[in-house]
């Protein structure tokens, strides 16, 4: 019985860290402050960075488009 055990020891220790990597990720996604504007999202899910003058401006300044919706700010 012991083969059973190691394997059962082996599994948990997957699900386990599985389960962290996948809840590092979500805390990724929260991490960054404000909102991307809608358009940029779309752009950037298509791995493309979003042609609006305004957003393009807003990038350059490390900031998300606020014209087109998007927030600065942490919200709290
Ligand atoms: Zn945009
Ligand atoms: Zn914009």
Known sequence: ????KVLAAVA???ALSTTLALA???AD???PPGKVAGCCAKAAKDG???DHACCVEAAKGKKNCEKCKGTNEEKK
């Open 29 to 31: 996604k929260k991490a």
């Open 12 to 14: 948990f220790a997957v």
């Open 24 to 26: 590092a990720d979500k």
């Open 48 to 50: 493309k960075a979003c």
């Open 1 to 4: 019985m012991k083969f059973v």
